[in-house]
């Protein structure tokens, strides 16, 4: 008679399983250009990724770096590209976290001069909502394994 429960909780864990882990220290970035392409770094809390190794890869040779270097104090790496293109821009901590992106990039003169910004990864709310989310999908994958333990348990107690 308790086969039910922990056939549901399987069936709960297959289904919820595909959601992923959820990463422990997110990276995220801004990109502003202008003459010149500047990169900011940092977590999903808002702490900076200050003096981490970057390299950055020109879309002419992707294999060799560009430019390699630190970020500064605030997270930021800065790159003047002299191609058009996909730039690749690598930043990894001491402990492994970090980001490997494509940012599309003009040389200067190519476009036309000012500055904006814009999330080089995606959509930004979207990246915060995300997060913000993934400890509830944890909660309620836990809610619901010892929901099938509890109805394990009853059905156990008050069986024949």
Same mark, same amino acid.
């Given at each position: 008679?308790?086969?039910?429960?922990? /056939?549901?909780? +399987?069936?709960?864990?297959?289904?919820?399983? @595909?959601?992923?882990?959820?990463?422990?220290?997110?990276?995220?970035?801004?990109?502003?250009?202008?003459?010149?392409? *500047? +990169?900011?770094a940092y977590f999903a809390d808002g702490e900076e990724m200050a003096y981490?190794?970057?390299? +950055?890869? !020109?879309?002419?040779?992707?294999?060799?770096?560009?430019?390699?270097?630190?970020?500064?104090?605030? =997270?930021?790496? *800065?790159? #003047? @590209? $002299? /191609?058009?293109?996909?730039?690749?821009?690598?930043? #990894? $901590?001491?402990? =492994?976290?970090?980001? $490997?992106?494509?940012? $599309?990039?003009? @040389?200067?003169? *190519? !476009?036309?001069? =000012?500055?904006?910004?814009?999330?080089?990864?995606?959509?930004?709310? !979207? !990246?915060?909502?995300?997060?913000?989310?993934?400890?509830? =999908?944890?909660? /309620?994958?836990?809610?619901?394994?010892?929901?099938?333990?509890?109805?394990?348990?009853?059905?156990?107690? /008050?069986?024949?």
């Amino acid at each position: 008679m308790m086969r039910g429960a922990p /056939a549901l909780a +399987v069936a709960l864990l297959v289904v919820l399983l @595909p959601l992923g882990p959820a990463a422990a220290h997110e990276v995220l970035h801004t990109v502003e250009r202008g003459r010149a392409v *500047a +990169v900011k770094a940092y977590f999903a809390d808002g702490e900076e990724m200050a003096y981490v190794q970057y390299e +950055v890869y !020109s879309p002419a040779d992707p294999k060799i770096p560009y430019q390699k270097g630190r970020t500064d104090r605030r =997270g930021y790496l *800065a790159f #003047v @590209p $002299d /191609a058009p293109g996909k730039w690749r821009v690598r930043i #990894v $901590d001491d402990t =492994g976290h970090g980001l $490997d992106t494509a940012i $599309d990039a003009t @040389p200067p003169g *190519a !476009s036309a001069p =000012g500055r904006s910004q814009e999330p080089a990864s995606g959509d930004a709310v !979207s !990246s915060t909502v995300a997060f913000a989310l993934r400890p509830l =999908g944890g909660l /309620a994958v836990i809610g619901l394994l010892f929901g099938a333990l509890y109805m394990a348990y009853r059905r156990r107690k /008050a069986g024949p």
